[in-house]
């Protein structure tokens, strides 16, 4: 049994922290708004603190799964930050997807204090945390992920170590580009088959057993055919991600000619009012236009 904290009880952070208590770990939790630490605890059991410092006091590894870079630094950095509380030894696992950069910002701050930081974005969305399923990409010093991973595993599929600082931010930023390009070629797939008359559930499993077979066909393509976005990844947070990445583009110099234009077909989507929809609302701007 470990004594860990979980900062962030939000989508994903909600069930993650309740795979860790599952998994037999003493779990400490903090939410900004406190009516959701309650019930986590009146839930899963546990502890819950009134600031991030209060929660990590004692524990041996600390979680966190918030917005984004900004939401990132209030929680880690300042008084009542989670820096000013974790021991010297503790490591601290980073799960929001934010920018390469502030993993390195974080890992040298932690550094000097003598917390081992890892970034650790998830892909998997809410089914893949409810499921304790998700898929955990890596960056940071290969002893403190071999202390980590065991125990995020408790939530994941796949804990994968990528490399050094920041590593872990950038594989998920290839994987929110490759999503991008995928849900609008299977967007304008579905919208030409439903033109065409066709029988689209008959087309999805028939395709899905060959080459253009993906995730987002598997778990998206019916759905996307029906007109149903109240649910999944929002189109928000994929437009903070894309942002990640085309800042990173600048530094690495990587084109992204496609990956900009889906960003503007989704800042139609939220301008249509879609904000908290799916990503693969990209398929209403087709089928409504
Ligand atoms: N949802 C998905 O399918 C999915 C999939 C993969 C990755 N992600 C990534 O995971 C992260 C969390 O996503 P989510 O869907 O769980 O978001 P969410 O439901 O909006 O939850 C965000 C959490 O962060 C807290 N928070 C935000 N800003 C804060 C601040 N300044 N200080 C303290 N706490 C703050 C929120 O507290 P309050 O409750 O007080 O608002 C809440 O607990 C994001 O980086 C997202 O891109 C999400």
Redesign the pocket.
């Known amino acids: 049994m470990t004594k860990v904290a979980f900062i ?6 909600y069930p993650m922290a309740g795979h860790l208590k599952a998994g037999g770990h003493d779990v400490t939790v903090y ?3 406190t009516a ?1 630490a309650e019930a986590w605890v009146e839930q899963h059991g546990g502890a819950m603190a009134t600031t991030p410092r209060a929660a990590v006091e004692g524990a041996e590894i600390v979680f966190s ?4 870079d ?2 990132l630094r ?2 880690t950095l300042g008084d009542d930050g989670i820096f000013a509380g974790l021991a010297s030894g503790a490591i601290y696992v980073d ?4 920018s390469a950069n502030v993993a390195r910002e974080l890992y040298a701050a932690g550094k000097e204090k003598g917390i081992a930081c890892i970034d650790a ?6 089914a893949g945390a409810e499921n304790g399923q998700l898929t955990v990409m890596c960056g940071g010093d290969q002893a403190a992920f071999d202390k980590a991973a065991p125990v995020a595993d408790c939530y994941a599929k796949a804990v994968t170590l990528m490399g050094a600082p920041g590593a872990g931010q950038l594989t998920k930023m290839v994987n929110q580009i490759c999503i991008a390009g995928l849900v609008q070629g299977l967007s304008e797939g579905m919208n030409f088959g439903m033109r065409a008359g066709l029988d689209m559930e008959k087309v999805l499993a028939v395709i899905g057993k060959g080459a253009a077979q993906s995730w987002q066909m598997d778990n998206r393509g019916s759905t996307m055919c029906k007109g149903e976005f109240e649910f ?3 189109v928000d ?1 994929m437009r ?2 894309l942002s990640i990445c085309f800042e990173e583009a600048k530094n690495n110099g990587a084109r992204l000619p496609a990956t900009a234009l889906i960003d503007q077909f989704y800042a139609q989507v939220q301008a249509r009012g879609g904000k908290r929809w799916d990503t693969s609302s990209l398929m209403h701007l087709l089928a409504n236009d």
């Open positions: 962030g009880l939000g989508v994903m952070g939410n900004r708004t959701k799964c918030v917005g984004n900004d939401d209030s929680v799960n929001t997807t934010a974005p998830v892909s998997g969305g809410q999944g990844f929002a947070w903070k991600d």
